[in-house]
């Protein structure tokens, strides 16, 4: 079972920047698409960003060009660079991540972190 840590969020003023980053633990082989998403009071859960362990990224339109998501395959972390935070930012963020346990097995399990939160004042 994997363990996903975030941290780095917090409070930040309109045109702000924040840095998220996602840590892994427990028993794994390797990691598939990892991914932020975040989710505002009374709203649903909401993709922000993803990227396939090849480096491929997809983000939603709400935040490209604003966010960029990298990731260290060496040490499986994930990363948000969050860039001209609006208000409308403000939401707690999740990370996600597939993975697999053999080499075999293909990404067939997922773990969510806890999540961390961002609050960006206008």
């Known amino acids: 079972q994997v363990q996903l840590v975030e941290s780095g969020g917090g409070l930040v003023q309109a045109g702000g920047s924040l840095r998220l980053s996602c840590k892994p633990s427990?028993?794994?082989?390797?990691?598939?698409?990892m991914g932020w998403y975040r989710q505002a009071p009374g709203k649903e859960r909401e993709l922000a960003a993803d990227i396939s362990h090849g480096g491929s990224t997809n983000y939603a339109d709400s935040v490209r060009g604003r966010f960029t998501i990298s990731r260290d395959n060496t040490n499986n972390m994930v990363y948000l660079q969050m860039n001209s935070l609006k208000p409308e930012d403000t939401a707690v963020y999740y990370c996600h991540a597939q993975y697999a346990t053999t080499w075999f097995s293909g990404f067939n399990l997922d773990s969510w972190g806890q999540g961390t939160q961002v609050t960006v004042s206008s």
């Open positions: 427990g028993s794994f082989f390797s990691f598939g698409t």
